[in-house]
């Protein structure tokens, strides 16, 4: 087969899956804590080329994505609705505990969750939020007046880092994991990050850059399919020819 139309269909390949990062991060848009993943380009493998040179000139076969990992830059800060809400200011990660995993998140829209006699402060998706000793926060609730010191609750929440926080694996829409290239989470102590209550931080997604990303994707697609296309064309006319 031509190497045509290995060029044409990883194009086909590689830039569907440019559309459909670039899908993900528009449908996250209003996300609170969404880190936009972005990704790049590489050349498949090379062959010498047919020609009778001392250079052995090569020849590409196409194009692939590869993941180039989160976007962390710091976003917005708009007010919240809730005394529980916390945004992080510059570096750091809030770790929660969901379903035996631990995973990492910029969202602070938390929550009281009640079991029996124990608040457990939760995030939005119902992950218990853990403090500095990766230990859930929670607090007993008085019997008698059945209130809860929020601010002593926020207070304990740990924030951690990373060595190469780019590195995060998604795993939900605004929740990462560590892995072996992020390096392991370290706890922030006070006064290495900034918290600020009663605020949340919005999504990172410029809705321009992403639309423009999408166009560019969506002729990058078509121009794949053209060639594709066109090589289709020309093995049909040499078929004829042979006839």
Do not use: C
Request: net charge negative; no cysteine.
């Amino acid at each position: 087969m031509k190497p045509s139309f290995y060029s044409g269909a990883s194009g086909l390949i590689a830039y569907q899956n440019d559309m459909n990062n670039i899908g993900n991060n528009i449908a996250n848009s209003n996300t609170v804590g969404y880190k936009p993943t972005t990704v790049s380009f590489g050349d498949l493998l090379y062959t010498e080329m047919y020609v009778n040179t001392p250079e052995d000139p090569l020849t590409g076969h196409g194009v692939r994505t590869l993941y180039t990992g989160v976007d962390t830059r710091q976003g917005n800060l708009v007010s919240g609705e809730s005394n529980l809400d916390l945004a992080i200011i510059g570096k750091g990660w809030f770790s929660v505990e969901k379903d035996g995993e631990r995973l990492y998140t910029r969202d602070g829209s938390f929550s009281i969750s009640l079991q029996g006699d124990m608040a457990y402060l939760v995030s939005n998706s119902g992950a218990y939020v853990l403090d500095s000793e990766g230990q859930r926060i929670a607090e007993q609730i008085n019997a008698d007046t059945t209130e809860l010191d929020y601010n002593a609750m926020t207070d304990k929440v740990g924030v951690f880092s990373f060595l190469y926080p780019e590195a995060l694996t998604p795993i939900s829409s605004n929740s990462y994991m560590q892995n072996e290239f992020t390096g392991e989470a370290a706890a922030l102590t006070e006064g290495q990050f900034q918290l600020k209550k009663g605020y949340l931080e919005q999504s990172g997604i410029s809705l321009a850059d992403e639309m423009t990303n999408l166009i560019k994707a969506q002729r990058s697609y078509q121009l794949s399919a053209r060639v594709v296309q066109t090589s289709d064309e020309i093995e049909q006319t040499v078929n004829s020819l042979r006839k």
